[in-house]
């Protein structure tokens, strides 16, 4: 079946100016993970969705940025207000089952956002 | 990642193997991750343990020690196709039970 998607793949956009990163999970998973990668660094925990549980919203850097995930489905990332420390890539992550569970996360391909 | 630590990166000769070490600290321990990452890649999963021990599949392997906050990543038979980041992450109930990684070790595999 159909992995995770992000769209789009690559964004570049001037300082200043507000971005939306999406990410389609694969169909039925309930736990939605967003996380920032830079170059040549480890990913970075942004936000956590379980089912209809609060998201876990421990990792975003900044109040420039949100995300809401739509009907336990699709999630959308918005960065306010970019600044140039926002470029990286933010990887998408979904998994059958969040807590404690022992399934693994299934990544999407990135969204390389370049703020210039 | 907090308190996960790895080296941060590693060679070995192509046929041989390499054990990649990951150390952590962490209350509410709920199990460990590996993944694989190639350059400009997104990160595949390869192992999980939960219970101390060693998980096989194939050339890789994956070993836990609770007590100790250490695990580790053999690979065996090293390929050219095995120089990728290994990011080790751990889920636990101090976390949220969300997945934190560590940095990453880089293995380069060289002829």
């Known amino acids: 079946g159909a992995g995770v998607s992000q769209s789009p793949s690559n964004k570049v956009t001037e300082k200043g100016k507000d971005v939306e990163l999406r990410c389609d999970p694969i169909s039925g998973h309930t736990a939605l993970y967003w996380y920032r990668q830079s170059l040549g660094q480890g990913l970075e925990f942004l936000i956590y969705?379980?089912?209809?549980?609060?998201?876990?919203k421990s990792g975003l850097p900044s109040d420039r940025f949100s995300a809401e995930r739509t009907g336990g489905s699709v999630s959308t990332l918005t960065i306010q207000r970019t600044q140039q420390e926002d470029s990286a890539v933010y990887l998408c992550?979904?998994?059958?089952?969040?807590?404690?569970?022992?399934?693994?996360?299934?990544f999407g391909p990135g969204t390389r956002l370049t703020v210039t | 990642g907090q308190n996960i630590d790895q080296p941060t990166e590693m060679t070995a000769t192509e046929g041989a193997i390499v054990q990649i070490n990951c150390t952590y600290q962490?209350?509410?321990?709920?199990?460990l991750f590996w993944y694989q990452q190639h350059a400009g890649e997104a990160p595949t999963f390869l192992s999980y343990n939960v219970l101390d021990g060693l998980e096989e599949k194939g050339r890789f392997s994956s070993f836990l020690s609770r007590s100790k906050g250490y695990s580790y990543l053999l690979l065996k038979e090293l390929q050219m196709k095995d120089s990728a980041s290994y990011l080790c992450a751990v889920k636990s109930r101090e976390y949220g039970n969300k997945l934190v990684f560590g940095a990453g070790t880089i293995l380069r595999v060289k002829s």
């Open positions: 992550a979904s998994s059958p089952g969040g807590g404690s569970s022992s399934y693994e996360q299934y």
């Open positions: 969705f379980q089912g209809n549980s609060a998201p876990d």
């Open positions: 962490t209350s509410g321990f709920n199990g």
